[in-house]
């Protein structure tokens, strides 16, 4: 009976041992988890805040609405929970501003109208919300996205196509003009042709 005893202690202090080493390595892991994901999000802020702050040294973005833009992703995970589907639509929605925002300043640096782009990035900022719980779901889901999009200016292209219109139709009314001229001779040559 005691050697059952013994037998009994010995496998519940192997089962014991073994609980703790395999609980203990779980929680390696979500540490490992937890210090990734966090990671992550620290060098995604980074970027963005580094690429903001390089807007407000060109003056592209006014000092005092820095801190609007980088609420965006400061304030992600206010309401949201931290998983790895909220990461992904963090990082998807600050490259599509950092995108959108450089692509514009490229375009404006061809035209040379970067007040235009300027403005348009006040008018963005006013936008924004002033409440950390604001930034939610549906935010940067749906309401994001859709200020994004409405930084925009006008192309080159367009600018160039329409004075290139109205270079043609001046043309075209010159040609007209002459066409007509040419069509109806002066009244006294006319009237001296009749009289010969």
């Known amino acids: 009976?005691?050697?059952?005893?013994?037998?009994?202690?010995?496998?519940?202090?192997?089962?014991?041992?073994?609980?703790?080493?395999?609980?203990?390595?779980?929680?390696?892991?979500?540490?490992?988890?937890?210090?990734?994901?966090?990671?992550?999000?620290?060098?995604?802020?980074?970027?963005?805040?580094?690429?903001?702050?390089?807007?407000?040294?060109?003056?592209?973005?006014?000092?005092?609405?820095?801190?609007?833009?980088?609420?965006?992703?400061?304030?992600?995970f206010v309401v949201q929970s931290h998983n790895d589907e909220n990461l992904d639509r963090l990082e998807k929605v600050s490259e599509l501003l950092l995108m959108q925002i450089g692509s514009e300043l490229n375009k404006c640096r061809n035209n040379d109208n970067l007040e235009l782009l300027s403005e348009q990035l006040f008018l963005f900022a006013a936008e924004l919300p002033s409440t950390g719980i604001a930034y939610n779901k549906t935010f940067y889901a749906e309401v994001l996205p859709a200020l994004i999009s409405r930084i925009q200016t006008p192309d080159t292209y367009d600018a160039d196509s329409a004075n290139q219109n109205a270079d043609a139709q001046e043309d075209e009314t010159d040609i007209e003009e002459v066409n007509s001229d040419q069509d109806n001779p002066p009244v006294q040559r006319h009237a001296a042709d009749i009289a010969n």
């Open 1 to 76: 009976m005691t050697y059952i005893v013994i037998v009994s202690i010995v496998l519940l202090i192997t089962i014991l041992g073994v609980y703790m080493v395999i609980e203990n390595n779980r929680q390696k892991a979500r540490d490992a988890e937890k210090r990734i994901f966090n990671e992550r999000v620290k060098d995604i802020t980074g970027l963005y805040k580094r690429k903001i702050s390089e807007y407000v040294d060109c003056k592209l973005i006014r000092p005092k609405h820095a801190p609007k833009f980088n609420a965006i992703v400061s304030n992600f």
